[in-house]
């Protein structure tokens, strides 16, 4: 066809015109080509931002996992207990979707003050914020409204996917000075479009869905390493999971009602979760 046009280009006289035909047989076949060239213009752009977007969830969820994990390896809890110290999980959602909340006191490593000289002890909340039909928990914030709204003024990074409900994570951090650090301390937001967060608890033994050092008949003050699953949603409305384990370095190792491993004895990987029973309370 191309060259049945250069033929008609090439033999016509400089006085003689285009007929229509030929004019529309040419803006056919270059709007064929241009179809072409933008199909694939369009593909190459598409996937180069599905590329971007898996990139930056995934740099995302590793960043926040492998913060919560680093203040998690610093959790504390001498002995005798100080006042504020604390390692406790509470279960929240559903079996389908966790959101777990985790309060403990950890060791910061920078000191607060403008001069360095106030405690580098810390007690560090993990949470969620209350929603209608959810249990409210001890690590709840009691103004999670006031903090949404605080933080919608800065432009809220949640996706809009319908069929979807992400979740806010909030984070509190605050001075261990007395028995309620745990309830001070301003919330903030710690990371967007949440769809799940679990927690599991190493006893030296086997790996437990919970823990609470206040519960001496049970558990001990801190549990030997705690492995984290957390679930992002991306923008087309997919899960991505982030998973670690951490080793506590100031756990205990010495025997207890479960025998412990060696010191210096890598822990076992977390097994698969056992399915929980969510009450009714919590059920969306």
């Keep these: 066809m191309m060259t049945a046009i250069r033929r008609l280009l090439v033999h016509r006289h400089p006085c003689e015109a285009f007929t229509l035909l030929e004019v529309m047989l040419a803006i056919t ?41 680093d203040e998690i ?10 006042a504020g110290a604390i390692f406790r ?37 993990y949470f969620f914020p209350q929603r209608r039909g959810r249990m409210r928990t001890a690590t709840a914030d009691p103004t999670d409204e006031e903090t949404e709204d605080f933080f919608a003024a800065f432009g809220s990074a949640r996706i809009r996917v319908p069929g979807t409900e992400p979740e806010r994570l909030l984070r509190r951090e605050a001075m261990m000075s007395a028995s309620d650090a745990a309830a001070r301390g301003t919330a903030t937001a710690f990371l967007d479009n949440v769809a799940s967060l679990s927690f599991r608890f190493h006893d030296g033994n086997d790996w437990l869905d919970a823990w609470d050092s206040e519960d001496r008949a049970s558990y001990r003050p801190l549990p030997r390493a705690v ?6 949603y991306d923008t087309a409305g997919e899960v ?7 080793d506590l370095a ?35």
């Design 250 to 284: 100031l756990a205990d190792t010495r025997p207890g009602q479960r025998r412990s491993p060696e010191a210096g004895q890598p822990t076992p990987r977390p097994t698969a979760p056992r399915p929980r029973t969510a009450p009714k309370s919590e059920a969306r």
């Design 73 to 82: 390896a610093s959790a504390f809890y001498p002995t005798p207990k100080p």
């Design 240 to 246: 991505r999971h982030f998973t670690t384990a951490v």
């Design 89 to 125: 999980s509470v279960a929240v959602g559903t079996e389908s979707t966790p959101l777990d909340a985790l309060v403990f006191s950890a060791l910061s490593p920078r000191p607060s003050g403008s001069l360095g000289g106030e405690s580098d002890q810390r007690v560090i909340a």
């Design 29 to 69: 076949i270059l709007g064929i080509v241009a179809t072409a060239v933008y199909g694939t213009f369009s593909r190459t752009l598409r996937t180069k931002g599905i590329a971007e977007e898996r990139a930056e969830i995934t740099r995302t969820g590793r960043s926040a996992l492998g913060h919560m994990a």
């Design 227 to 232: 492995a984290i699953d957390l679930a992002l």
